[in-house]
């Protein structure tokens, strides 16, 4: 069949210019409207830490904080980002300090290939800025639209309740804020 | 998946025959004909768009006629593809003169979905098949009992 | 003094996460070069069809589409066939026919992702639907339609293969007491590891020289399977530099070799581009390498009192349309004759017949040694079956008949020799630990009231780490594996290994390895794995064989070593080697501590103060060719409580006792076998891919094919007791897969169990909702 | 997987997407929450050549209530389960909500959305039968009510005419003594439902059933409300007879299809079961237990 390239309409645009904060970084970059938002922060951007590992919207690999909430990536077009924030897990380490969720992860071996953990972490870190104390049917729940095949998730579970502890002994313990 | 029905259509069974017989006028009634290309009397090829709400593919559709009995029996296969998936059609249309005016048309029509399409749509296939082989009979109805051919 | 070095026992925490936890892993589509070209695939709908044109016009005129890529080109540089690890033949791209759904028909070369997408969506084909068989059974017999026309033998039998003591088997079996009789059917499954396959070829016309970078559990194997297939095109094997970068994940799914490897390479030495080629999902688990599709009839014979006597063992094996598992090459069915178990079985008999389906290729990709899984679900569920017939409790029935320690090393009737083994000892902890006693009362207590809990146990032996390399051998190439080691004169080390970490934690255990033998800070200890320009050979990474052959090559590259720098350090204190000896991690004169030398010392003098005629530095290189397999085993018990409305399967608690002999990094091993229970769940309650009379592959994106998250994952709780390997330098024995070995019988054995009274003898898994409910409507019991 | 090329427009307000709508010949899609549909783009499924997104539609995304409940179709399904008002009043809200595909998803899922998005194995439609709710269409013409009986017309399709958009969703303020809830079996957190049971019940001071609201997802090409198990319990004293009879009419509206969430058959039957447990717990928390 033919490539359905729908007629260009008059009321629409196939490119846009979309202006988009990463970690706090202000980016203007001229995309073709129907590109990823996980696309746009891999290729355009660079930075690839952000994964892609399904093509239906299960995986969670590609999971960024959108204005400060955990979303996936790939199921988001860049140019719905346009004038938005949006954290990865680039920009969990601040100054050179590791987040408590990147430390909780290290210590409580809470990662193996360590192709699920940014989109972990960065599920986790917006789980503790909305509930510092959660339990652990709770961080199962919040966890659950990220696949892991490695570790089974006991070590995850862990090391979020890892970093749990380390953010409430932090006093100003910063959350991620996405931006 | 097989859809199968009976018509009652208030036109004479030599212009029902010769109606489906036609690819220029039996393509009428296939969704959104994009393009038809007849190659010879028994074989055209016809694009059309299908789907079901937002899941609508374009299917680049070979048509061929396997029996031609006029103006009893007819067996046609429709064999096409979209992107990543292929669809088979094969139907049996048996005409019966009901009177001068009237023509009983038994149809079915034994249809194969492969590849993306049956993947992913699969929960949905069998509704949508089913209406859209519906309504290509119903139109085709429609169309010959009309007092002017549309 | 043994925590600044972090030797061997320790939980050393993970050096690779430094990079992970940060977002600085380097996986393959990370990387990413000046003028790169980007390769998708355009594949198959129907299962078998005759392709009668392929019109690629239309692609081609879309800008940045650079060229289409369909069999027929394939054929003047003869790369439209490839050899399998199987000696067999795989279509890289048909010329003629296909003969699975997804099959790779024809490539878009494009100068970006998104026109590649688009050029693959533009190519039309017309194809001709031809019958399909998807039923390996079916396949086998008369008249079935021929998936193969390319072969000469005009069937769908690949080849039959059997081993043990058939007259004696089938006469135990005569005279047998008892005998039970099990049909078990082990679905077809998919790796699915997060990372999908991927590469980037990159040819230099200037000098010939080809780079890959790949999702390779192997990368030497793959460099010589490249000079094999395309050496007649110029690619030798010293002008191949193949890179495995990190992996996110491989558990045997990136071992063989996959078309559109051999694509991107050839798109790249058309082009002189870089080109990349990155599956989907759902290419993912539509195309590659499969696990299981075993049709087993499993017999047991005993004598009244349970004493196990003979074990007989047909199975159909479903290879798809191309024998492409990655077994060793004089083991069709892998090592499914461990089938034996924990058991001293006196006389057994296993035959498996291979068969050609218009299904996708594949066999063993699954967390597990070469079919270990197949034969371990066969027997323990067997065994509980056996239970059941002669209504004895199933973890008694397993104390009275394991084998004995006394008896190790152990040859089994079907002719392995098993290194060491302790498995009442297993046993019993798991049922201390779950508390099976109490566990039993609680489910009479249950059943009483109409309640439905299952008890299951599975007390699986393992048989992981090939070689040795007079028995085993893949494409020819000999199951060693190899170590390299640099101390440099600082005494700062580099260890370079032939296998490749896709998680395990290489960069970690194996500089702990060193650690523990040169008394190096682990720290100082720097790993490195996956470029076959600057590493030794070796087979890789799969079969958990890592710590068994590489683990064996890099302790005894240490000890060569070791053996040099004594020298140096008699040197250094004047003494004699004989009167050296290495103590506390250190070399000392033999009753005078104070006298003594750091390796850090030693290797100084290696490159500045070596002795008169020795040759300087310090390096080793090891190619360890191990005398035997290691035998992991382990027991495993599982409560699960069943809804008597919806038929849900609760797994409430899993206990998981691990044996697999001296741990490296408990820590490191606890999370593999954490991660290898989840994959152990998975088959047991969630995943299969099924196809349809058509050939329709269902279950074939992470929509269809059910991985579990964190919400259906219980709690795993583990033990371990430690049983070395009396033949490993180290006395390890590998434990990637154990787990994924051990823990589908177990949830299976729950869940009968919980029927069991209701006169339920077994349960194909995996065990859907809907199968337990049909059996509690069956039986009157349903809500 | 990639989407084919698309115009991209972005919805200043309501009108403006109903312009764009009314413009686009048909070939026009609405995106909100884009968690069904930009996956069926991605597998090219769904092409449309105009894509409106109204994420930036001011006013959309509100939660009131105002004699009844009013949810702006914009409203994310996390907010909505989050929502004080929500948790308070209407817990098979929070319970279907709660259960749609996974966390992640329901950060950009709307309500709105999973309704207009018409699959019979969305959450909400069910409960939406359940409850009895209306939603508010609004078209070149202006607003129209439409009760959600006469929404759902087929699989992806709703009685919605192709230049209007469903703006709010409304919910009659829950009766004294009433209760409802939603029970969903799903073989794990993301998957579609193999049933799904949305149950409403009001009871009058004697404790018979004075309305009951009965709305099954993923049981035909819609989801259907089930009424003549409705009836069953009308005016009845809810008694175990009862709701067994109740929950086997449900089960025979029930026309679940056969597939990889297992045969239907089963599911016909797990729509009994779940329909029997769904109106037990609707009845406890009509009497104000949880």
């Known amino acids: 069949m033919a490539v359905e390239t729908a007629p260009a309409t008059t009321t629409g645009t196939r490119r846009m210019k979309v202006h988009v904060t990463v970690n706090g970084q202000a980016h203007e970059v001229e995309v073709e409207t129907r590109t990823l938002l996980v696309h746009f922060l891999r290729e355009n951007l660079g930075m690839t830490g952000t994964h892609i590992g399904c093509d239906t919207t299960n995986c969670g690999a590609c999971t960024v904080l959108l204005n400060g909430r955990p979303v996936k990536s790939c199921t988001v077009f860049a140019v719905q980002a346009d004038g938005m924030s949006v954290a990865t897990v680039e920009g969990l380490e601040k100054d050179g300090k590791l987040d408590p969720v990147q430390e909780g992860f290290h210590e409580e071996h809470g990662l193996q290939c360590g192709f699920c953990t940014p989109g972990m972490m960065i599920t986790a870190a917006a789980l503790l800025a909305a509930n510092p104390d959660p339990s652990e049917l709770q961080i199962r729940q919040a966890i659950s639209g990220n696949l892991c095949r490695c570790t089974g998730y006991v070590n995850i579970v862990k090391s979020i309740q890892y970093a749990a502890r380390k953010t409430r002994e932090t006093a100003g313990g910063k959350a991620p804020d996405g931006g | 998946m097989r859809f199968e029905g009976t018509l009652d259509i208030a036109a004479p069974r030599d212009r029902v025959w010769s109606f489906l017989t036609d690819p220029t006028q039996v393509t009428t009634c296939a969704p959104d004909v994009q393009s038809l290309d007849v190659s010879d009397p028994h074989h055209f090829k016809v694009v059309v768009r299908a789907g079901v709400g937002p899941i609508k593919g374009t299917f680049s559709m070979n048509v061929q006629f396997l029996e031609l009995e006029r103006p009893k029996h007819a067996a046609v296969l429709a064999r096409g593809q979209a992107p990543g998936s292929a669809v088979q059609m094969v139907s049996n249309m048996d005409l019966s003169e009901f009177d001068d005016t009237h023509t009983v048309m038994e149809w079915s029509s034994e249809v194969t979905v492969s590849g993306m399409i049956q993947q992913v749509g699969a929960r949905l296939m069998q509704g949508a098949a089913d209406k859209i082989t519906q309504q290509l009979f119903a139109c085709i109805k429609t169309k010959l009992e009309a007092s002017v051919p549309i | 003094m043994a925590v600044e070095i972090g030797g061997i026992g320790q939980s050393v925490k993970r050096k690779e996460d430094a990079r992970f936890i940060r977002g600085r892993g380097n996986y393959v589509d990370d990387v990413k070069l000046p003028g790169m070209l980007y390769l998708d695939i355009a594949r198959s709908p129907y299962a078998h069809a005759r392709i009668k044109s392929i019109d690629t016009s239309k692609a081609l005129a879309i800008p940045g589409v650079l060229a289409v890529i369909t069999g027929k080109d394939l054929v003047p540089l003869k790369l439209e066939w490839m050899p399998t690890l199987m000696s067999d033949r795989q279509m890289v791209l048909p010329t003629d026919t296909v003969l699975y759904q997804a099959q790779e028909v024809a490539a878009v070369v494009a100068t970006e992702r998104y026109i590649a997408a688009d050029g693959v969506a533009a190519i039309e084909v017309d194809y001709e639907p031809l019958p399909v068989v998807v039923d390996p059974i079916k396949a086998l017999q008369p008249g079935a339609t021929l998936?193969?026309?390319?072969?000469?033998?005009?069937?769908n039998h690949i080849w039959h293969w059997e081993v043990g003591d058939k007259a004696g088997t089938d006469k135990a079996f005569k005279d047998a007491e008892v005998v039970v009789k099990q049909d078990i059917y082990i679905p077809r499954i998919h790796v699915s590891s997060i990372e999908t396959c991927g590469m980037v070829a990159s040819f230099d016309k200037i000098n010939g020289k080809l780079t890959v970078w790949m999702t390779t559990q192997a990368p030497h194997a793959i460099r010589t399977v490249i000079a094999l297939v395309a050496g007649h095109?110029?690619?030798?094997?010293?002008?191949?530099?193949?890179?495995?970068?990190?992996?996110?994940?491989?558990?045997?799914?990136?071992?063989?070799?996959?078309?559109?490897?051999?694509?991107?390479?050839?798109?790249?030495?058309?082009?002189?581009?870089?080109v990349k080629w990155i599956e989907d999902r759902s290419e993912n688990i539509q195309a590659d390498s499969f696990a299981r599709d075993y049709h087993i009839t499993a017999e047991l014979a005993a004598k009244k009192d349970g004493t196990m006597q003979a074990l007989r063992v047909k199975t159909v094996a479903d290879h798809g349309a191309f024998d492409a598992a990655a077994n060793p090459s004089k083991y069709p069915a892998g090592l499914f004759h461990i089938i034996t178990g924990s058991y001293p079985f006196a006389k057994s008999f296993v035959e498996v017949d291979g068969a050609y389906t218009n299904k996708p290729p594949g066999g063993i990709a699954y967390r597990c040694s070469f079919r270990v899984t197949e034969a371990a679900f066969t027997i323990e569920r067997l065994v509980d079956?056996?239970?059941?017939?002669?209504?004895?409790?199933?973890?008694?029935?397993?104390?009275?008949?394991?084998?004995p320690p006394t008896a190790f090393p152990y040859t089994s009737s079907l002719g392995w020799e098993y290194d060491s083994g302790d498995y009442g000892r297993a046993l019993k902890l798991a049922m201390?630990?779950?508390?099976?006693?109490?566990?039993?009362?609680?489910?009479?207590?249950?059943?009483?009231?109409g309640e439905l809990m299952g008890i299951g146990i599975s007390s699986f032996t393992e048989i992981v780490g090939a070689g040795p390399s007079k028995h085993f051998d893949i494409l020819g190439i000999k199951m060693f594996d190899s170590c390299e080691i640099r101390v440099h004169p600082t005494g700062k080390a580099m260890v370079r290994l032939g296998v490749k970490s896709q998680g395990q934690g290489h960069e970690t255990t194996f500089a702990q390895i060193v650690a523990e033998e040169l008394g190096l800070p682990v720290g100082d200890i720097a790993v490195e794995e996956g470029d076959t320009d600057t590493a030794p050979y070796g087979l890789g990474t799969y079969a958990s064989r890592s710590t068994p052959v590489a683990g064996g090559a890099t302790a005894i590259a240490a000890r060569k070593i070791r053996e040099k720098a004594k020298l140096i350090a008699a040197h250094l204190l004047e003494a004699s080697p004989d009167d050296i000896e290495w103590k506390d991690y250190k070399f000392q004169v033999k009753g005078v501590p104070a006298k003594s030398k750091t390796m850090q010392e030693v290797a100084f003098a290696a490159y500045t103060n070596h002795p008169q005629g020795m040759e300087a530095g310090l390096e080793a290189?090891?190619?360890?060719?191990?005398?035997?397999?290691?035998?992991?085993?382990?027991?495993?018990?599982?409560?699960?409580?069943?809804?008597?409305?919806?038929?849900?399967?609760?797994?409430?608690?899993?206990?998981?006792?691990?044996?697999?002999?001296?741990?490296?990094?408990?820590?490191?091993?606890?999370?593999?076998?954490?991660?290898?229970?989840?994959?152990?769940?998975?088959?047991?309650?969630?995943?299969?891919?099924?196809?349809?009379?058509?050939?329709?592959?269902?279950?074939?994106?992470?929509?269809?094919?059910?991985?579990?998250?964190?919400?259906?994952?219980?709690?795993?709780?583990?033990?371990?007791?430690?049983?070395?390997?009396?033949?490993?330098?180290?006395?390890?024995?590998?434990?990637?897969?154990?787990?994924?070995?051990?823990?589908?019988?177990?949830?299976?054995?729950?869940?009968?169990?919980?029927l069991a009274h209701l006169g339920v003898r077994h349960i194909d898994i995996p065990i859907t909702p809907w199968k337990v409910q049909k059996i509690l409507k069956e039986k009157g019991v349903a809500e | 997987m990639i989407p084919a090329s698309f115009d991209y427009a972005v919805a200043r307000d309501v009108g403006h997407a109903i312009q764009l709508l009314g413009t686009s010949g048909g070939e026009g899609k609405v995106l909100a929450g884009g968690q069904s549909l930009i996956p069926l783009m991605k597998f090219r499924l769904a092409q449309p050549a105009l894509l409106i997104d109204i994420n930036r539609v001011a006013g959309l995304s509100a939660i009131k209530e105002n004699g009844d409940l009013r949810i702006g179709a914009l409203v994310r399904e996390n907010d909505l389960e989050a929502n004080p008002i929500v948790r308070q009043r209407y817990p098979i809200l929070v319970e279907t909500a709660a259960v749609i595909a996974d966390p992640l998803v329901r950060n950009l899922a709307t309500i709105g959305g999973n309704l207009a998005h018409a699959d019979p194995a969305n959450d909400h439609p069910a409960t939406m039968l359940a409850v009895r709710a209306s939603v508010v269409a609004q078209g070149p013409k202006g607003e129209r009510m439409i009760p959600i009986d006469e929404l759902f017309v087929d699989t992806f399709t709703t009685s919605l005419a192709p230049d209007e958009i469903l703006t709010q969703i409304r919910i009659p303020k829950p009766a004294p003594r009433s209760g409802g809830?939603?029970?969903?079996?799903?073989?794990?957190?993301?998957?579609?439902?193999?049933?799904g049971v949305a149950v409403m019940i009001v009871l009058d001071a004697s404790g018979k059933v004075a309305s009951a609201g009965i709305g099954l997802t993923n049981a035909g090409p819609t989801a259907i409300r089930a009424g003549r198990a409705e009836d069953v319990l009308t005016d009845q004293m809810p008694d175990d007879k009862t709701i067994a009879e109740a929950a086997s009419r449900a089960a025979a509206a029930a026309e679940p299809v056969s597939d990889l969430r297992g045969p239907a058959a089963y599911k016909k039957d797990v729509f009994r079961v779940l329909t029997r447990r769904a109106i037990v717990k609707a009845i406890a928390r009509a009497k104000g237990g949880a």
């Not at chain 3, 998936?147 to 069937?155: H, I, P, S, T, Y």
């Not at chain 3, 239970?387 to 084998?403: C, G, S, V």
């Open chain 3, 432 to 449: 201390d630990k779950i508390g099976y006693a109490e566990l039993r009362k609680e489910q009479a207590a249950k059943r009483a009231k």
């Open chain 3, 385 to 403: 079956v056996l239970a059941l017939e002669i209504k004895k409790d199933p973890a008694e029935l397993r104390m009275q008949n394991f084998i």
């Open chain 3, 233 to 274: 095109l110029g690619l030798s094997e010293e002008r191949i530099r193949v890179i495995s970068p990190d992996i996110g994940g491989g558990f045997g799914g990136k071992v063989p070799v996959y078309p559109g490897y051999v694509l991107a390479i050839g798109a790249s030495v058309l082009t002189g581009h870089p």
């Open chain 4, 181 to 195: 809830t939603y029970l969903k079996l799903e073989r794990k957190v993301g998957d579609f439902a193999i049933a």
């Open chain 3, 621 to 754: 290189v090891d190619y360890y060719d191990p005398p035997n397999l290691t035998f992991p085993f382990g027991s495993y018990i599982c409560v699960v409580d069943i809804d008597r409305g919806t038929g849900e399967v609760k797994v409430r608690r899993f206990v998981a006792v691990d044996d697999c002999g001296t741990i490296i990094n408990p820590m490191i091993v606890e999370g593999q076998i954490h991660g290898g229970l989840t994959m152990g769940l998975a088959p047991a309650l969630y995943e299969q891919i099924n196809y349809d009379d058509d050939g329709n592959i269902q279950g074939g994106n992470f929509m269809d094919y059910l991985l579990p998250t964190a919400m259906e994952t219980p709690n795993w709780e583990t033990a371990k007791t430690t049983t070395p390997s009396p033949h490993h330098p180290i006395g390890a024995k590998g434990v990637g897969e154990s787990a994924t070995v051990g823990a589908p019988a177990a949830i299976a054995n729950a869940v009968v169990d919980a």
């Open chain 3, 147 to 155: 998936v193969r026309e390319d072969r000469e033998q005009k069937d």
